[in-house]
């Protein structure tokens, strides 16, 4: 796995992917993933289906899903009786997107590795964003949707950063890995799944 750790003070920087690549955004719920695909994706949060990208390639987001099923229920069935069926109707999308040969960027929490290799088949890239607990509550709190205690720590112990600096277990069997604290993060001026696939100033060839 080849690492890039750009956390800390630095220039505004470019990610690039090869066309067809599955990518993963990934990090402890409120860690900044919706706020940095917002961003460069000019997303709404009310998108229905995924959203495409230049080259072919598809945006998911779980969210998705879960405004398709809310619309189909009309807002009368509580999220919590009708959850197993957002994640499955989210990952049949993900399965059928690979499938069908499209690069993906895949907003996940990023503890699922077994089923998202299942699901892709292929070697997949990883984005953590890497923030203490206590931020990413407050991320949460910003958002006005919290995830409840026993989950986010589950996720947290998940995510939770060795001593001696390296990943987490649940970041490693990825192709490339990309670490990201919030100033990085706020660094990122865009993903690009294509293109031609050369170094230049501010741009990570991945």
Known sequence: ???????????????????????????????????????????????????PLPGGGWLLDSEQARNRWRRR????????AYRPVVHLTHYLAVYR????????????????????????GRPTHLIALDVPAAVARAGQ???????RGRAFRRHDRAWRFPA?????????GYRSLVLLDREATDRIAAIVLGGAIRSATGTVVL
């Open 1 to 51: 796995m080849t690492t890039h750790d750009l956390r800390g003070p630095g220039e505004p920087t470019t990610l690039r992917y090869p066309a067809g690549a599955v990518l993963v955004v990934a990090g402890i719920p409120g860690a900044g993933k919706t706020t940095l695909l917002r961003r460069l994706f000019d997303l709404t949060g009310r998108e229905t289906g995924p959203v």
């Open 73 to 80: 229920l009309g807002g009368r069935v509580p999220y919590a």
């Open 97 to 120: 997107a690979v499938r069908a040969g499209r690069g993906v960027v895949l907003h996940d929490c990023g503890t699922r590795r077994v089923l998202l290799r299942f699901l892709t």
């Open 141 to 147: 709190h910003a958002r006005g949707r919290r995830v």
């Open 164 to 172: 001696d600096g390296g990943p987490p277990p649940v970041a490693r």
